[in-house]
């Protein structure tokens, strides 16, 4: 059992930055992939980002030059570090957390954080 808990999220202005945060607890440590996905009103969860264990990155077009996504696996907490906000990046924002343990796979969700970017 995985708990994520996201913060950070808020209201910025076009060109603003914001950084989530999603911090896990629970038994399993060393989460396989941590990934933020969004979703905008009337639109389909995509994800945004995504990290493995081994700080293996891939990230969605969209975001590309902007986004980045880092893990602490210390602290077991992940971050979105977001810049050069754009009206269109305004979404709750997800923390997902999936892997395997041992033969059993697992995928966590958090609770999501509101994102508005807006002048």
């Known amino acids: 059992q995985v708990q994520l808990v996201e913060s950070g999220g808020g209201l910025v202005q076009p060109g603003g930055s914001l950084r989530l945060s999603c911090a896990a607890s629970?038994?399993?440590?060393?989460?396989?992939?941590i990934g933020w996905y969004r979703q905008a009103p009337g639109k389909q969860r995509e994800l945004v980002a995504a990290?493995?264990?081994?700080?293996?990155?891939n990230y969605a077009d969209s975001v590309k030059g902007r986004f980045t996504i880092s893990r602490d696996n210390v602290k077991n907490t992940a971050y979105l570090q977001m810049n050069s906000l754009k009206p269109e990046d305004t979404a709750v924002y997800y923390c997902n957390a999936r892997g395997i343990v041992i033969t059993t796979p697992y995928n966590y969700w958090g609770q999501g954080t509101q994102v508005t970017v807006s002048s």
């Open positions: 990290i493995t264990s081994g700080r293996t990155t």
């Open positions: 629970g038994r399993i440590s060393n989460i396989n992939v």
